[in-house]
């Protein structure tokens, strides 16, 4: 079977493009990409806890709040530098991602579902009222991140932030899909009595999992925090974390691929509709339905029937 | 004072627990979360005001005719998007009914606007007074008949043929078919039956609660004590309500109103931490 686009070169292509696009766009689009950036960093950790072991997880705006919250007090109200506030971000992130795979260890289908959801209320609950540390719904500003000589406070220069750490993280994800541990993830999936019998420690993985998206999602929360130059604790609700499953959904669960091409959709979709509120819940409700019935697999799914785009 | 603060949360529970009912019938028939349940009771709490305030049918009247349009509107859900996704894993339903729910809540908020419609009080709203605890007639009501509900739906399940297909076909759909259950027919009764006492539970609960789109969320509670009882057990549903109507309004009025949500999430999270199947659930033993 020939190969309709051969892959290397399409991702070098494709990459070459980006990183001329601030020359020729204009701002509006380029915080558009920095947006969807960051929501392709977001799906992808979620698939590969979500999608690849098969864990529930309705609270991931706590992992990119947590990034976000961390990230930005580190900057506004200790005055760190961005590199070391971004990285922090991710680590508490992970932490509390651990803290979450805990009671995912017992936990599956609607148990799991509802103490990822318990978790999500309980952290905005708490950086809604804890006014001394977040400033509660007045939001807590940022100020621009600065990397040696250079102050992102332009979205063009911000783009390149996001390019780079979003690539990085995008290799890192298909890495570890093919890695020991993406494997236990999907063994862990599809059966959990079958993997412990062939050895897979499943304590290990599950943490693992959870760990490793939350990760992704508390980067995906400080780069917001240095695009946006505010947080607010109406941006990590329940809400939030509906859209980061559409994402992965529309776009295809277990696959890299699709958690990128579902990031794009719902991004672009929630840009096209801003300020039409209710149309907006609608085509997106209407759109998933859609989605699952004739698309059972995601966009990504569909794809690999038409052209050969490989399936993780 | 305790008493009045565990009675006002029993009151509460009540209402969470009109709704868990609902979660667990379709779980227990089919193994799907309905995450369209709150919002069903929103469009039974829209029909009921209109059919209350325009065309002053008796409150008790509402609340039984609520059962028709909410079981057909299950049905036809059933019927354009549940019925194809049988064949798909459970997580592609249980998305589905969110995105319906998704669905039925910007449709109400375009056609009825975000404004918050208050229902007119039914009975005297002067509350009961028993032994110095007051509770409003409206919560005794819906005590009473989320008791019934919950009986009723207990034998249906227990003893019923029809019951035990839906438990049947929950456990293992090609058996059942095997067997002669019409799981189609199932299927389609199940929501009927969910979508119609979901319905009548929001003309039950929107006197207390303002009819407004959003009026769903209370459904995320519900959602959380059907999962305290063990997610397939109608007692466990109302006991696991009435707990946390009570956790709630304790942790509210001793610790503050801030708390009351973290708190019942927290009782949430630790309860199901040591009992990892709901209160009342039996471990359901899952073969290779």
Request: charged letters at 10%; hydrophobic letters at 55%; glycine letters at 10%.
């Amino acid at each position: 079977m020939k190969k309709l686009f051969p892959k290397r070169l399409t991702i070098l292509v494709l990459v070459l493009l980006l990183l001329l696009c601030p020359l020729f766009l204009d701002i509006y689009l380029i915080y558009i990409l920095n947006l969807i950036g960051i929501a392709i960093v977001l799906a992808v950790g979620l698939n590969l806890v979500m999608g690849y072991a098969g864990q529930i997880s309705l609270g991931h705006a706590a992992f990119y709040g947590t990034g976000a919250y961390t990230t930005a007090l580190l900057m506004a109200k200790l005055s760190w530098p961005f590199w070391i506030a971004l990285p922090l971000g991710g680590m508490v992130a992970t932490t509390f991602g651990f803290l979450i795979g805990i009671p995912a260890l017992r936990l599956s289908g609607p148990y799991l579902a509802l103490v990822t959801l318990s978790f999500g209320e309980i952290f905005q609950l708490i950086i809604t009222h804890w006014y001394k540390l977040t400033e509660g719904p007045l939001g807590l500003v940022v100020p621009a991140a600065k990397l040696g000589p250079v102050v992102f406070d332009k979205d063009k220069k911000l783009f390149y932030l996001v390019l780079v750490i979003c690539i990085l993280l995008i290799i890192l994800a298909y890495n570890v899909v093919k890695s020991k541990a993406g494997r236990a993830f999907v063994a862990l999936r599809e059966s959990e009595i079958a993997a412990q019998s062939i050895g897979i420690n499943l304590t290990k993985y599950k943490l693992i999992a959870f760990a490793l998206s939350a990760f992704y999602g508390g980067i995906a929360g400080g780069l917001y925090a240095c695009v946006g130059h505010l947080v607010d604790p109406l941006d990590f609700g329940l809400f939030q974390s509906i859209s980061y499953l559409s994402m992965i959904i529309i776009g295809g669960l277990s696959s890299v691929t699709g958690s990128i091409i579902g990031a794009i959709i719902i991004v672009v979709l929630q840009q096209l509709l801003g300020r039409l509120h209710s149309y907006q819940e609608l085509v997106y409700g209407v759109l998933l339905l859609l989605i699952l019935i004739f698309m059972p697999r995601g966009i990504q799914g569909k794809l690999s029937g038409i052209i050969k785009v490989r399936r993780d | 004072m305790f008493w009045q603060q565990v009675a006002s949360g029993l009151a509460s529970g009540s209402l969470y627990a009109l709704i868990a009912i609902g979660f667990v019938i379709i779980y227990k028939a089919t193994d799907v979360v309905n995450f369209y349940q709150g919002e069903i009771a929103m469009v039974g709490a829209y029909l009921g005001y209109l059919m209350y305030l325009h065309l002053r049918l008796p409150y008790g009247v509402v609340v039984f005719i609520t059962l028709i349009p909410g079981a057909i509107l299950g049905l036809i859900l059933e019927r354009i998007a549940f019925r194809t996704l049988i064949r798909q894993p459970v997580l592609s339903m249980i998305i589905a009914t969110l995105a319906v729910g998704i669905i039925l809540k910007s449709l109400a908020r375009i056609i009825f606007g975000p404004v918050v419609y208050a229902f007119p009080p039914v009975f005297n709203p002067e509350p009961l007074s028993l032994w110095s605890v007051k509770i409003t007639v409206q919560s005794v009501w819906i005590l009473i008949t989320v008791t019934a509900f919950m009986f009723l739906l207990f034998l249906f399940f227990k003893f019923t043929k029809i019951g035990l297909g839906m438990r049947a076909t929950c456990q293992d759909k090609e058996t059942a078919l095997m067997m002669g259950v019409s799981v189609r027919g199932i299927f389609s009764l199940t929501w009927a039956i969910s979508s119609g006492i979901g319905a009548s539970a929001g003309v039950l609960l929107a006197p207390l609660i303002s009819v407004e789109p959003e009026m769903g969320l209370v459904a995320i509670k519900a959602f959380a004590a059907a999962i305290l009882g063990g997610f397939h057990s109608f007692p466990g549903a109302v006991v696991g309500s009435l707990i946390i109507g009570v956790v709630e309004n304790l942790a509210g009025g001793y610790i503050g109103s801030a708390m009351k949500d973290i708190v019942s999430f927290i009782v949430i999270i630790l309860a199901l931490i040591f009992f990892p199947g709901g209160l009342f659930g039996k471990p359901m033993v899952k073969k290779v």
